[in-house]
């Protein structure tokens, strides 16, 4: 009779080897999905590696092209590229959040609708706040024609203008993100409470630098938001002290501009000394979204961390697509000058320097339906997404099939990613090439059909809330800008999509050159 101490460690290594081994990639209902790597039903470190390094999109669309609609990527982790039996399941309800999204919470441990995981919270917030992000709402709001008309008129198009004149490149994308930083505060807070980055060099060149702080430590936020606290007991051990200054300095200023709006709320509004001012639109309906639905958490806390979000990916997001637009059209003069002849046939068009005062714009509808310019908008954001990465959910408790997989058990990591859907040869033929006119040639069916892999702004109840403004403010600069000038690349080096969630240019920047266009 063998020794109890033998038998024992008999037992634990045949559990630990069934556990680990037998079970994941023979008998679980993953073991029947293929791997996207050989030691992918065994440990996550593979995953975990390229998400390291910044190679995960790209890694995950390869091992679609390979294997197919499903591939495992961990022992507890799949991904899926396809719309029935998809997205469309995945992200249609009852698969809540993964954690990963916590990351996004603000002020410590304050959740925003964004990083919200229960869809009943994130649906009662949605549900008040997405008025004022309709696209009724925008094409009419008094609010957002005084935004455009002050952010194009008065900041954007007198730098370019001085620049044409002056003959000196100008560096777009930081330009970008100061313009929708700008469109996005003053209907957040208010025209007098936003920010005039476009027009201040020094102070927007100070906060995008803060901001940026935290993006090269988000996997550690992300993925293993365990070991970074055990850790940070020690020390400043994987993410230094400037990261939590940063975000700190982010999360007072939000404060500061949120206060301001309750201030602004509560008094009449007027243009004073040269100053235009606006209402705090969504400040005013999240504050509403507050009383209606309180979360356990202080009032300000509530709709600073909303509000915080709303920036945030407002002036990111626009700002990283509209540089990717200016650069495929610096890049294809004929476009340009197409666009322009479309541009013309806005009643009344958009001429700098303005005719009137305050300048008129011609309506947003009649900006939403030129077929060229939302063409060359569609597939930037089909091939450019500036957010391709994965959006991860947990598979609900009732076993569900995704891609014709067995029924998946509760628990499992599933996502899609934008990268992938975007570049499906069957429904976008030649997918990494950027071809405006397929939106414009292909016929009403194969229109819908792209429509429904089209996910640069998600889809279901979670779809981005902002989607019609970032849509109505890049329409309205690409068209004011094209309008008057063309643009040349100066420097492009280092303009290709680093491989992350978020995939801003690796270099962070383009340079252009705007020539002035003869009326």
Same mark, same amino acid.
């Given at each position: ?170 560096? #777009?994308?930081?330009?970008? $993100?100061? =313009? @929708? ?9 208010? /025209? !007098?409470?936003? %920010? ?85 639109? #969504?400040?005013?309906?999240? $504050?509403? =979204? @507050? ?9 300000? /806390? !509530?709709?600073? %961390? ?93 076993? @569900? ?119």
């Amino acid at each position: 009779m063998l020794p109890i101490t033998p038998i024992a460690t008999i037992c634990i290594v045949s559990y630990l080897i069934y556990k680990y081994i037998i079970y994941p990639a023979f008998i679980s209902p993953l073991s029947k999905i293929p791997n996207a790597h050989l030691t992918s039903p065994f440990s996550p470190l593979w995953i975990l590696g390229k998400r390291f390094t910044e190679q995960e999109n790209r890694t995950i669309h390869a091992a679609h092209v390979k294997h197919g609609d499903i591939v495992r990527l961990g022992p507890n982790e799949i991904s899926v590229n396809c719309v029935d039996d998809g997205i469309r399941t995945i992200y249609s309800g009852g698969f809540e959040k993964w954690p990963w999204y916590a990351q996004f919470d603000n002020f410590g441990d304050v959740p925003c609708m964004f990083s919200t995981a229960e869809s009943k919270p994130h649906s009662h917030r949605r549900r008040v706040i997405a008025n004022v992000y309709s696209k009724t709402y925008l094409q009419s709001s008094p609010e957002m024609l005084k935004i455009s008309q002050t952010v194009v008129f008065s900041r954007i198009l007198p730098i370019l203008e001085s620049a044409a004149i002056e003959q000196k490149p100008v560096e #777009v994308l930081g330009l970008n $993100h100061a =313009s @929708t930083m700008d469109f996005i505060t003053a209907f957040m807070f208010g /025209l !007098q409470n936003g %920010t005039n980055f476009t027009q201040d060099v020094s102070a927007r060149k100070q906060f995008l630098a803060i901001y940026e702080q935290p993006r090269p430590y988000r996997f550690w936020f992300g993925e293993l938001p365990g070991l970074k606290a055990f850790l940070n007991k020690f020390g400043h051990i994987l993410v230094p002290k400037s990261v939590q200054e940063a975000t700190n300095y982010l999360d007072n200023w939000t404060l500061s501009r949120t206060k301001a709006a309750e201030k602004s709320s509560a008094t009449k509004i007027s243009d004073e000394e040269n100053i235009p001012t606006t209402t705090p639109i #969504v400040y005013n309906q999240v $504050h509403q =979204s @507050t009383l209606k639905n309180p979360f356990p958490y202080p009032q300000d /806390l !509530q709709i600073a %961390t909303e509000l915080k979000d709303h920036w945030a990916a407002g002036q990111e997001t626009s700002g990283i697509t509209l540089c990717y637009l200016f650069h495929e059209l610096s890049r294809h003069p004929d476009l340009q000058s197409r666009l322009r002849k479309e541009f013309l046939t806005l009643s009344p068009t958009l001429d700098y320097p303005p005719s009137a005062s305050p300048p008129e714009l011609p309506s947003p509808q009649s900006l939403d339906a030129l077929p060229l310019l939302h063409a060359c908008l569609m597939e930037t954001l089909r091939i450019h997404a500036a957010i391709p990465g994965p959006e991860p959910r947990i598979t609900p408790s009732k076993p @569900t099939s995704l891609a014709g997989s067995p029924p998946l058990p509760p628990g499992v990591r599933v996502s899609s990613q934008p990268y992938t859907l975007h570049r499906r040869a069957d429904v976008f033929p030649d997918p990494e090439a950027w071809k405006p006119e397929r939106w414009l040639e292909a016929s009403e069916g194969q229109k819908a059909e792209m429509g429904r892999w089209f996910w640069a702004f998600g889809s279901g109840g979670r779809m981005c809330i902002g989607s019609n403004f970032a849509m109505q403010e890049m329409k309205l600069i690409t068209a004011a800008i094209y309008t008057n000038y063309r643009t040349h690349i100066v420097d492009d080096e280092g303009i290709e999509q680093v491989d992350a969630y978020t995939a801003h240019p690796r270099a962070n920047k383009l340079v252009l050159k705007f020539e002035r266009v003869e009326k």
